[in-house]
């Protein structure tokens, strides 16, 4: 049983699934225009209408399945969702007279889904048409200066529109008004970390007992979850490591004390002269990629025939992944979803991805129900091909020496000062260029250091972390202290877009 969302294209749709989830109500993404018959075969209790760019006046607009309006199920409209709900029942919308964007203040009458809330009610508003005329028997939940017609309710109350966003952290009391709806449609709350790590664990073991499962193990909290899942289940499984000397200080020896402590069976692969070797002259970031990601299918596939025979490759990919990917059926193709270091089809095993319908957050929930170390379950992501990418320029022993001793200080800074688990992503970057620095009585050209640590929900937006300037001031004396090579230390201050977390 779920709440299935149609997503009209709003930049908000993933936020609404989100939300429902963290009220403990399963949600799926569909395209907007999907079909009933795939809509209905998630047996869903609600469903919610998103926002859109689109004008749902125009005859270009993308529509819902007639049957979604006839379903009888309890319908949720937001911004565009609230205007072809009100056109569908005899509505009128029109022009807005204002584009109205940002915080507004709602007025309402205290009854429906806006029951128990402030009056008036902090919300967020991002749109250009309205509501002019509410269908016959609606009735009006809301307004603002702005727009009369901001809530509204069928008189049975089961099909709700709201102009304002309610899933967005700019609306303070949107989850009360997401929960009010889900309680009034009776929809089930049982999506507790508990019951979906109890679900994973069922899942694994149906499908692969009794098979050999392999997977590529990053020391990340996907992949160590997944590791967790297996053993778990009880699953025959070989995890490989592969020290491709891209990693951090000291994270071998951190991913191999956790999870065999833990029970996997993990394998190391000593690899780093094999990918330095592949990496020595090449300064274009993109080709860094296709020379670790070669080099990783090489290695992979020579330990794999080794330990094998396998049936399975076990595969970390999560939601955003599958959405992002276009595997939501009729989604826009953000990036193209690949598996652990780009491995390639023909290597011939089943795809075991458990997790493809978590979020992060969600995943670090189950892997602390499962007794994931917490040294791992909050470690921030961390990039495939690893240093490679924070090094701008060639990558050469010597630079990612120097870049680990810059990283270590900046995350034990942060880590000292309670600010590690303040921040999505915190990180280092060796710039290629050198500046004049003075030491002592000298002057000398040192290397420059970029740091950069972002806010973020799942990566897929984020924005710069808004360290207090007194941190940022300590740890660049402790960077150009504890590592003199170091002359000039900078902080990112650009957000996702325009900017990658990453800087190649």
């Known amino acids: 049983m779920s709440v299935v969302v149609l997503d009209f294209g709003s930049q908000y749709t993933q936020l609404i699934a989100?939300?429902?989830?963290e009220l403990r109500?399963?949600?799926l993404l569909l395209p907007g225009t999907a079909p009933w018959e795939e809509i209905a075969a998630h047996r869903p209790q609600a469903i919610v209408l998103s926002g859109s760019p689109f004008s749902a006046t125009s005859p270009d607009a993308p529509r819902p399945d007639?049957?979604?309006l006839t379903s009888g199920l309890p319908l949720l409209?937001?911004?565009?969702?609230?205007h072809v709900l009100a056109l569908a029942h005899g509505g009128e919308v029109v022009p807005g007279r204002s584009h109205e964007y940002g915080r507004a203040f709602l007025s309402h009458r205290g009854d429906g889904v806006l029951a128990g809330l402030p009056q008036p009610l902090e919300v967020w508003m991002s749109h250009g048409d309205a509501v002019a005329d509410a269908p016959p028997g609606w009735e009006v939940l809301g307004s603002t200066p702005e727009c009369p017609i901001a809530a509204l309710a069928s008189p049975d109350g089961r099909t709700v529109g709201l102009q304002f966003h309610p899933e967005v952290t700019h609306t303070p009391r949107g989850s009360e008004v997401l929960a009010a709806f889900l309680d009034r449609a009776g929809v089930s709350r049982t999506w507790t970390p508990e019951n979906v790590a109890?679900?994973?664990?069922?899942e694994v073991r149906s499908r692969a007992l009794g098979s050999r499962v392999l997977l590529a193990a990053s020391g990340g909290v996907d992949s160590s979850v997944l590791a967790l899942l297996l053993v778990r289940a009880g699953v025959d499984h070989a995890a490989l490591f592969v020290d491709s000397g891209l990693l951090r200080e000291g994270e071998r020896e951190e991913v191999e004390g956790a999870l065999r402590a833990l029970g996997v069976s993990l394998h190391v692969v000593e690899a780093a002269d094999r990918f330095l070797r592949a990496l020595r002259g090449i300064r274009d970031p993109e080709e860094k990629r296709r020379a670790i990601g070669a080099t990783f299918i090489e290695v992979f596939r020579e330990r794999a025939v080794a330990l094998g025979p396998f049936r399975f490759l076990a595969q970390g990919t999560l939601y955003p992944d599958v959405i992002e990917s276009g595997g939501v059926a009729g989604s826009a193709t953000i990036k193209s979803h690949h598996n652990v270091g780009g491995l390639p089809a023909d290597l011939g095993f089943e795809l075991l991805e458990p997790l493809r319908l978590l979020f992060k957050d969600e995943v670090r929930e189950v892997g602390r129900v499962l007794g994931l170390p917490e040294?791992?379950?909050?470690r921030h992501p961390f990039p495939g091909p690893g240093l490679a990418v924070r090094v701008l320029g060639e990558v050469t022993p010597e630079a990612l020496a120097l870049l680990r001793r810059v990283d270590r200080e900046f995350v034990s800074a942060l880590r000292e000062e309670g600010l590690y688990g303040k921040v999505w992503q915190a990180l280092a970057v060796l710039l290629p260029v050198r500046t004049v620095g003075v030491t002592g009585d000298g002057r000398r050209y040192g290397h420059v250091?970029?740091?950069?640590?972002v806010t973020s929900l799942d990566g897929m937006t984020a924005d710069w972390a808004r360290l207090p300037p007194e941190f940022l001031d300590r740890v660049a004396s402790r960077i150009t202290r504890r590592v003199p090579e170091v002359t000039r230390?900078?902080?990112d201050i650009t957000g996702k877009p325009p900017a990658t977390i990453e800087w190649e």
Do not use: K, N
């Open 489 to 491: 230390v900078v902080y």
């Open 198 to 202: 109890e679900g994973l664990v069922d």
């Open 375 to 378: 040294g791992i379950r909050l």
């Open 18 to 21: 989100r939300r429902l989830r």
């Open 449 to 453: 250091v970029a740091l950069r640590a």
């Open 77 to 82: 409209g937001i911004c565009y969702g609230m």
């Open 25 to 27: 109500a399963f949600s």
């Open 66 to 68: 007639p049957r979604v």
